[in-house]
């Protein structure tokens, strides 16, 4: 069981994970509301096609910054400028609540940076004890 919530967190801090999962919940968010029963939907008529449009893209870039974080660049951006395109073309962006989580989103899957592996210690090399000014004084 602690091999694999250790992978599990392996796996999560190496890509944007919190970034993509704000995303998915804004494109479910904004999608959701224009999947109500048939009566309201008849009343939105061909509004309703943009709002599960831009969710569904919305989802994809979420999960695109969890399995392919090198894009995260490209899908951070895109994801602000959906999410702010949200407002107009989906019921406010989801009330404004898909609209927010979705900046935020893009925000930290734009944000986040990898971490480099920490590099093994040699024993073989010298110990560093700060910093040297000059050169060493022999007696």
Known sequence: MLLILSRWRDWRRGRPFWGGLATV???VEIGVIPLAPLKVMLHQGTAGIP????ALVLVVLGLS???APQYRGLAGILTVLLAAAAL???NLGGFVIGTL???LGGALIFAWQPVPPAAPADPAAP?????HHGSPVTT
């Open 51 to 54: 709002s599960v449009v831009l």
């Open 101 to 103: 989580l979705g900046v």
């Open 88 to 90: 107009v073309l989906s």
């Open 25 to 27: 919940v804004a494109g």
């Open 65 to 67: 910054a969890w399995f």
């Open 127 to 131: 110990a560093d004890d700060g910093p």
